[in-house]
């Protein structure tokens, strides 16, 4: 069973800057697209990011393109989103998913094409 455990919220005041991590157990972290997703009260999921199993292709949604970085330590089993420029918008609790299929080249926006999730962490940006 594969455990994804997400950290690194907090509340930021806008314009700031905060760092998620997200530590997968299990060997095969490595062959897997990894992305993170929002969701705000009241909203429906949102797509934030994707990486390919092999980092070599990252897609971000355009609401956050420019400001939001992903990136993964494959040896640490680790992926991480790097969120500068911070808005109030932004404000939501941020999780990871694993990839439901190995090896994909551009990790899906679809939250129904990943197989596990993280319980998520509170990100809160103050204006």
């Known amino acids: 069973q594969v455990q994804l455990v997400e950290s690194g919220g907090g509340l930021v005041q806008a314009g700031g800057s905060l760092r998620l991590s997200c530590a997968a157990s299990?060997?095969?972290?490595?062959?897997?697209?990894m992305a993170w997703f929002r969701q705000s009260p009241g909203k429906e999921r949102e797509f934030v990011a994707a990486?390919?199993?092999?980092?070599?292709?990252?897609y971000y949604a355009d609401s956050v393109k420019g400001r939001f970085t992903i990136s993964r330590d494959n040896a640490k089993n680790t992926v991480y989103l790097q969120m500068n420029s911070l808005k109030p918008e932004d404000t939501a609790v941020y999780y990871c998913a694993r990839d439901a299929s190995r090896f994909r080249v551009v990790g899906p926006v679809d939250g129904d094409e990943y197989a596990y999730w993280g319980q998520g962490t509170q990100v809160t940006v103050s204006s």
């Open positions: 990486i390919s199993w092999s980092a070599g292709t990252t």
């Open positions: 299990g060997r095969t972290f490595s062959s897997y697209a």
